[in-house]
């Protein structure tokens, strides 16, 4: 049996062993090959199955091939899948499989496909989560914790898991007090220290964010990912004509999270659309340069202080 998991890694992982306790195999049953893993390494482990009893593979396939040399000895490892005999139960991890990839893995046997989800569904999950994790908590608990960690599936079960342990209703402010992750705090302050047109305030967290360990390119994607927003909600201010809008109205139109569009609303206030599209441009040709031999962390802090006097010119502007 050959049962294959695509998508998020973290996800994919999580299912696979869930998979695999529920067939009966512990962490201790089950044979695992990642890098090094060979055709031949798998076509004898799988071969056992007829010798020894019920085998337990699990084929991480992202440890395993990389770029183009990964090709051929990924090939080679496929096509000892299709020739595999019933009596060893095999696990494919592949997370990043193209959809040509999938295909195939769909017809080896049973394939399961785990996309985290995205925009105001990541809300939903994260709800989901928390109650199957018998967490108590208040509405806007999914929305924050999905706001702060984006797309780390990982990091949001792993806060999930300790707010579980408190046995206890959670609010916002009480999430916010247990996950304590100082620099996705940070990130935000940032965000909030350019909006103020804060120079000196947006380096200084900046600094503390990048020597706390956070990844420069992490915060690029974060403050890419904000300013697209606030780009969405100055168009979305524009259409209004002045109308208040708030962040729960806004979050079906712009697709993030009600605690993002909020964020998105109270930056295109200081901004016309115009002078977004410039910051994201910045921002841009920053990320650019960080990735193409320049220091990583002066390119981010350069970029930082180049928005902070945006808003800082908009605001001596408008007064």
């Known amino acids: 049996m050959i049962i294959s998991y695509t998508g998020d890694s973290f996800l994919s992982r999580r299912a696979a062993r869930a998979a695999l306790g529920k067939l009966g195999f512990g962490p201790g049953a089950v044979t695992e090959l990642g890098e090094g893993m060979s055709a031949q390494s798998v076509s004898e482990l ?16 992202e440890a395993a091939f990389h770029g183009v040399a990964g090709v051929k000895p990924r090939n080679e490892v496929m096509k000892v899948l299709e020739e595999a005999g019933g009596n060893a139960t095999i696990v494919v991890l592949d997370p990043d499989a193209t959809p040509a990839r999938q295909k195939a893995l769909q017809q080896l046997g049973k394939h399961h496909h785990q996309a985290l989800p995205r925009r105001e569904r990541l809300g939903d999950w994260v709800a989901a989560e928390l109650k199957d994790a018998s967490v108590d908590f208040e509405r806007e608990v999914p929305s924050y914790l999905a706001e702060l960690f984006g797309e780390d599936a990982a990091g949001i079960v792993s806060e999930i898991q300790k707010l579980a342990s408190l046995d206890e209703r959670i609010g916002l402010e ?46 690029f994607g974060a403050l ?40 998105a609303l109270t930056l295109a206030a200081r901004l016309d659309e115009a002078s977004v599209k410039g910051a994201l441009r910045e921002l841009l040709a920053a990320d650019v340069a960080a990735k193409t031999g320049r220091d990583q962390d002066l390119a981010l802090e350069a970029a930082v202080i180049g928005l902070a006097r945006r808003w800082s010119s908009a605001a001596r502007g408008a007064g």
């Open 174 to 219: 009480r999430a916010k007090a247990v996950v304590n992750r100082a620099a996705t705090h940070n990130a935000f302050d940032i965000i909030e220290r350019i909006a103020a047109g804060d120079i000196t305030g947006a380096v200084t967290v900046t600094r503390r964010l990048i020597d706390s360990g956070e990844a420069v390119p992490r915060v």
């Open 46 to 61: 799988a071969s056992q199955g007829g010798l020894f009893g019920q085998t337990a593979l699990l084929l991480d396939f």
């Open 224 to 263: 890419t990912w904000q300013f697209m927003l606030v780009a969405k909600a100055a168009g979305l201010r524009r259409r209004e004509g002045g109308k208040r809008i708030s962040g729960g109205q806004a979050a079906s139109i712009l697709g993030a999270a009600p605690y993002a569009a909020d964020k």
